[in-house]
């Protein structure tokens, strides 16, 4: 130990003279500048969960569908893309909206980055209601099975170490930490889905289609891309729903509950509220788990 090293360090650390002016213009030209954490965007929240997990303080995360929000209705506002301005990567998650908003954000920002967050995940076509994979659409909720969770993550770290090589020791560990974190987290929620007397819940907005087939559980859309079903499709869904038993129906926050409640009364189904897009990701598909599996036994409030 050297006792006298802390009053060294303010030494070291502090202005010594004209170096240190007013503005940084008059630092020597071989000082690095010293760069805040790394100005990231996403598009929804359980990205931003992602992102942060494993870039901790080297990265400042930006969301666009923040909370509440819609991704199907959203559209930037000239000052949203404005506070982008800064942004040196773009984690994408493959949604409709993404299509027309990037281009706009890349014409204004040649320097940033797009990954897509998905990697090589093999997507699931989007099913409609009562014609299973009716249409060439692709289901874009990757982001709800923490098994492909774990790909993401893969990704994310990947990217912040090309673009900040000399943290690599920090997204590393924290990759680790949060794919560890992800395992156990899919180890309790099949646990809790474990014995149902039901598998199968219908869904007003179809978001839990990778979450069911992780864990056994069966989804039936009553909307199909972003659209709610004419008088004739929505009789077919309800004689099936019948038929099959359906006892649960999920809405999400997001959207309206109107034809929800028709279709649940309709049916004889209990009508929970869930959200796909929480931004506490590892609690929020805990509790997910926790309410199907409370309905799907009959029991939980409507
Ligand atoms: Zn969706």
């Not at 990757?142 to 900040?164: C, N």
Request: glycine share 10%.
């Amino acid at each position: 130990m050297v006792p006298s090293l802390p009053r060294l360090i303010p030494v070291l650390l502090g202005c010594g003279g004209a170096a240190c002016g007013g503005d940084g213009a008059s630092r020597p030209a071989s000082e690095p500048a010293v760069e805040g954490p790394l100005a990231v965007a996403v598009s929804i929240l359980p990205q931003k969960y992602m992102v942060e997990r494993i870039g901790g303080p080297a990265v400042s995360v930006s969301v666009l569908i923040g909370p509440g929000q819609s991704p199907l209705t959203y559209d930037p506002t000239p000052r949203q893309m404005a506070s982008l301005a800064g942004t040196r990567m773009y984690f994408t998650m493959g949604l409709e909206f993404e299509r027309a908003w990037l281009g706009r954000l890349r014409a204004v920002h040649r320097d940033m980055r797009v990954v897509d967050m998905r990697g090589g995940i093999r997507l699931m076509p989007l099913a409609g209601p009562g014609e299973p994979g009716d249409d060439a659409g692709q289901d874009p909720h990757v982001w709800m099975s923490p098994r492909l969770a774990r790909v993401m993550a893969g990704v994310i770290r990947d990217a912040l170490v090309e673009a900040l090589p000399e943290r690599r020791e920090l997204f590393d560990l924290n990759y680790r930490r949060f794919v560890d974190h992800l395992g156990q987290l899919h180890g309790e929620i099949r646990e809790i889905l474990r014995d149902l007397p039901a598998r199968t819940f219908m869904a007003f907005h179809p978001s839990w289609g990778y979450f069911a087939e992780e864990y056994g559980l069966r989804q039936i859309p009553i909307e199909s891309h972003g659209r709610e079903p004419g008088a004739r499709s929505l009789s077919r869904l309800i004689d099936r729903a019948r038929e099959e038993r359906v006892r649960v129906l999920v809405v999400q926050a997001q959207f309206s509950r109107s034809t929800a409640e028709t279709v649940g009364n309709a049916v004889g189904a209990r009508v929970i509220t869930l959200d796909p897009l929480a931004e506490d990701y590892a609690n929020n598909l805990r509790l997910v788990a926790e309410a199907l599996a409370e309905a799907l036994r009959g029991g939980g409030a409507s």
